[in-house]
């Protein structure tokens, strides 16, 4: 039996290794980031391990030896430097308010300023800040390291307040701009982020900063490869295999259905959610431990305010400058994708072009679960209720009661959700659909704002063409015309044929005709 101890939720090396928890060896990697080069930003989706990666570097130039014994970095460090490390960290404040984000970095500026004394005319934070490096240096004799994690907090909790983000993008320019200017005094620095904004944000002057994000190099230093599984938890594989009744195979394929999947650029290997990965180990069993920890509410915002079809979420195509940065919350997908909930699938080559889609099920799952009491009256109690229902009509051949329920659902949905009828019916039904699928089979043939959708169970299967403003009759007829029916002429099962049609002046299903 296995006697390792996993690190849920812990983020501090130091703990870490004197506690005798659970440790993938890094430090390889780490090594050779600090060795080959000075400023850095990685963008990864939350729970990747970005806070434990800052903690590891402010050890490692702390020049805390004894806590790397064993580790890969203890035979490659020569001469282990003990350095000043000014270690920032933005996940801890609630920004609400223009001087939400001053307090925090007030705060951050009288521990250091305690240590290293203040200068005359230090009269704003960036200001501060470089005279608290500069003493920093010449008080050590060593060039400083700075570590920021989660820089973005702040400018993520006020998308959708353009003039609190203009405060806070006010407030992080010149701060982080001393990491620029004052390039003599510092020797490593690092900022961590689930976002990058760009354009005229707080990067716009940092063109000294290396974006790992996207550096196939460095793809595994957040985050866990299957390699990585295998070497140093195969002992735990087999007791997990057999505590689920599965072979050896089994629980590696289910773990990879639920965890792996995530892409960071084009051509890399798939890496595992750390925190989903761990959990799942420790409890030995598969769930959706992610969305645990709660998803933000701005995500559906940005979605609900762009209309966005969320068809599209699972073939989007976008290029490398959009994926690397976002440019306030005009646009959701970049934001989407960095915070985990894309990721990169494919990679086409000769136009540059990325096509995005959902890593594993664990995120699929979660984030379509996530959204349906945004699109709908059901709050997410009664959501998975109501799916269920569905579910169990579906397998039964119960259609009417099935149509009975969907009509239910979209007459009762706010009127001030149904900005944009169409597309609301078409996310209505995706969501819906979705988490029906989820517990049968399901097919998806979308082409220029029409649903065609094939739904399988053990017994049944179902064809389906909506249209809006139309008939229920033409819908039925399209199905005829274009031989949706033909791949399935071999299948015992039973064939039914619907055509459906929505009404904008009823705003919900005007009519329905089932043939099998």
């Not at 001087?99 to 005359?120: H, Q, R, Y």
């Amino acid at each position: 039996m296995s006697e390792k101890i996993y690190p849920i939720g812990i983020q501090n090396f130091e703990k870490i290794r004197k506690e005798g928890y659970f440790y993938i060896d890094k430090t390889a990697l780490i090594y050779r980031l600090v060795k080959t080069g000075s400023y850095y930003f990685l963008s990864r989706p939350r729970r990747f391990g970005k806070s434990l990666l800052i903690s590891t570097l402010e050890a490692y130039f702390r020049g805390e030896k004894e806590l790397f014994k064993g580790l890969a970095i203890e035979k490659l460090e020569k001469d282990w430097v003990k350095r000043p490390v000014l270690h920032i960290d933005l996940n801890i404040g609630k920004y609400d308010a223009p001087d939400s984000l001053d307090k925090i970095l007030n705060e951050a500026l009288v521990k250091w300023e305690s240590v290293f004394g203040t200068g005359a005319g230090e009269s704003t934070l960036a200001l501060r800040f470089k005279g608290v490096v500069e003493r920093a240096y010449k008080q050590s004799g060593q060039r400083v390291a700075i570590l920021v994690d989660e820089y973005d907090k702040p400018l993520l909790q006020a998308i959708g307040n353009e003039e609190l983000q203009r405060e806070y993008r006010n407030t992080l320019k010149p701060f982080y701009g001393v990491l620029k200017t004052m390039d003599g005094c510092i020797q490593f620095a690092m900022l961590t982020g689930v976002t990058k904004f760009g354009k005229v944000s707080v990067f716009s002057d940092l063109n000294n900063l290396e974006d790992l994000s996207m550096w196939n190099e460095y793809i595994t230093l957040c985050g866990v490869s299957n390699q990585e599984i295998h070497e140093n938890l195969e002992e735990e594989l087999h007791e997990f295999a057999k505590v689920q009744n599965m072979t050896y195979d089994e629980v590696n394929a289910e773990l990879g259905k639920w965890y792996d999947g995530y892409h960071f650029t084009h051509d890399s290997i798939g890496i595992y959610n750390p925190f989903s990965l761990l959990n799942a180990f420790k409890r030995k069993d598969f769930n959706n431990y992610w969305f645990e920890t709660g998803t933000p509410t701005y995500l559906v915002e940005l979605l609900k305010r762009n209309h966005y079809d969320l068809e599209r979420m699972a073939t989007e195509e976008t290029s490398s400058d959009v994926l690397n940065s976002i440019y306030g919350d005009e646009k959701p997908i970049p934001v989407i994708f960095q915070s985990g909930y894309l990721t990169i699938k494919s990679y086409d080559k000769e136009f540059g072009l990325y096509r995005l889609g959902f890593p594993n099920k664990e995120v699929e799952e979660g984030f379509i679960n996530f959204l349906m009491p945004f699109y709908t009256r059901f709050n997410k109690i009664e959501a998975p209720f109501e799916i269920q229902k569905f579910v169990r009509e579906i397998r039964a051949g119960q259609l009417e009661a099935f149509f009975n329920r969907l009509k239910s659902f979209l007459a009762d949905t706010p009127y001030e959700l149904i900005s944009e009828q169409e597309r609301h019916y078409q996310n209505v039904l995706f969501i819906i659909f979705k988490l029906v699928g989820f517990y049968t089979e399901v097919e998806y043939h979308t082409s220029e704002g029409r649903v065609d959708l094939v739904l399988k169970t053990k017994d049944y299967i179902y064809i389906m063409e909506f249209k809006l403003n139309g008939s229920a009759e033409d819908a039925l007829q399209q199905i005829h015309d274009k031989h949706y029916a033909q791949p399935f002429q071999s299948d015992k099962r039973k064939i039914f044929k619907i055509g459906v049609n929505f009404s904008s002046k009823t705003r919900n299903i005007e009519k329905w005709i089932v043939e099998s």
